[in-house]
């Protein structure tokens, strides 16, 4: 990735998904695809990835995806765009986005980098639990 190129970043594994690449450069979009062979180095790709100049995360997946996207973006400031195509996309759904269809999706995420978008709050919350025993 190019500092300051000032494109998103967004990962693929599979052609499907490579399809909302070409959508997003059809758009003008400059586009980085991420592909790794497992979550963790993905993981690591994305966070190397976003350094100054980047302008959004666009995942492309499912449930996995758009938490790997949430998590790493947490206290960015930096958009999320999502192109739901996994199997459930139960976060995708609950936010009323576009199910298995690239097109639309990627239309959405052009439309809401340009107007801002949709705000959401996240929170971060660490706790331990004690030990519990039971006994008859």
């Known amino acids: 990735m190019h500092e300051n190129d000032g494109g998103p970043v967004f990962s693929s594994r599979n052609p499907t998904r490579a399809s909302a ?7 003008g979009t400059d586009v980085v695809v991420l592909r790794r062979d497992s979550m963790d180095a993905l993981r690591e790709a ?3 990835a976003l350094r100054p100049g980047v302008d959004a995360l666009v995942v492309v997946g499912g449930d996995g995806m758009v938490n790997l996207g949430v998590n790493l973006l947490a206290g960015t ?3 999320l765009g999502i192109v739901p195509v996994g199997t ?4 995708a759904r609950m936010l009323g986005l576009p199910l298995q269809d690239v097109a639309g999706s990627c239309a959405r995420v052009i439309s809401a980098l340009a107007d801002g978008g949709r705000v959401l709050d996240a929170i971060c919350s660490r706790f331990q639990v004690p030990s519990v025993c039971w006994r008859d």
């Open 46 to 48: 994305v966070d190397e």
């Open 88 to 91: 459930g996309n139960d976060a």
């Open 21 to 27: 690449a070409r959508c997003l450069r059809a758009a």
């Open 77 to 79: 400031g930096l958009p």
